[in-house]
């Protein structure tokens, strides 16, 4: 078997394709089919979170942090969906461990639509100002999954954001679509999240208890995974 290769693209970007946060994806992923070696994988690349697609075809995939497996999962999902397209693989629904998550991409970007309570929960702090939310220390050694929000302009739905996951080893996110799907169901509007450095994701409710999140994404480069993980892949 042919050794899999890894695509690092960049998710949520701003319209300069600038920002947006790292992610992998390995489209063979059944390559590398034991949990742990997926588990050192990701922790080796040490992006917020690493994709083995399990079957292009069918988009069944997984999705790893540097030190847990998530069942669902935001800028992962909509990398994927954008990612698959450009290789040609038309798909209307991805398959991660929590279920079935509707999908559509275009040569800019990608959208899913996810029920907010399959997302890792987060702990939704709204501050007064943006420059609140900008000031801020990046909290350690905790646990909890912390979106610091506030209104940058509430008339135009736009918001502030960052968002802290110590715990599965992303201290501070760039770009988070779990938090967004559940900050989008918590404000029950669309809005626009600047989040980490100038991210940009969208969001909307949309029918029963979903959530619709958007946002661009561009490719940075493909390598052979050995080339990034070769530690992880030989003693795994």
């Known amino acids: 078997m042919a050794e899999p290769t890894l695509h690092v693209l960049r998710v949520f970007t701003d319209e300069r394709g600038q920002h ?4 992998g994806v390995v489209l063979d992923g059944a390559a590398i089919p034991e949990p742990e070696r997926r588990q050192a994988v990701a922790a ?19 999705i790893y942090t540097p030190s847990v497996e998530l069942r669902l999962a935001g800028h992962p999902l909509v990398g994927t969906s954008w990612l698959l397209r450009r290789e040609g693989i038309r798909t209307r629904t991805l398959r ?5 998550v509707p999908t559509g991409a275009d040569a800019d970007g990608a959208w899913i639509e996810a029920d907010p309570a399959d997302a890792p929960p987060f ?51 760039e770009a988070t679509g779990a938090a967004a799907l559940r ?6 509007r669309a809005v626009t999240i600047r989040q980490g450095r100038g991210s940009i994701i969208t969001g909307e409710p ?31």
């Open 96 to 100: 991660p461990p929590a279920g079935e």
């Open 20 to 23: 947006g946060n790292p992610l």
């Open 123 to 173: 702990v939704l702090i709204e501050h007064a100002t943006a420059e609140d939310v900008d000031g801020l220390a990046v909290p350690r050694g905790t646990d909890v999954h912390l979106d610091a929000w506030a209104w940058q302009d509430e008339d135009a739905g736009l918001v502030r954001s960052r968002v802290f996951a110590d715990g599965v080893g992303v201290p501070e996110d």
């Open 183 to 188: 900050l989008v169901a918590e404000l029950d």
């Open 206 to 236: 949309v029918a029963g208890s979903r959530v619709r999140i958007a946002g661009r994404v561009v490719l940075d480069e493909v390598v052979p995974i050995r080339q990034r993980a070769g530690t992880a892949l030989a003693t795994a």
């Open 44 to 62: 080796e690349l040490g992006y917020a979170e690493t994709v083995f697609v399990d079957d292009a075809a069918t988009a069944r995939l997984r």
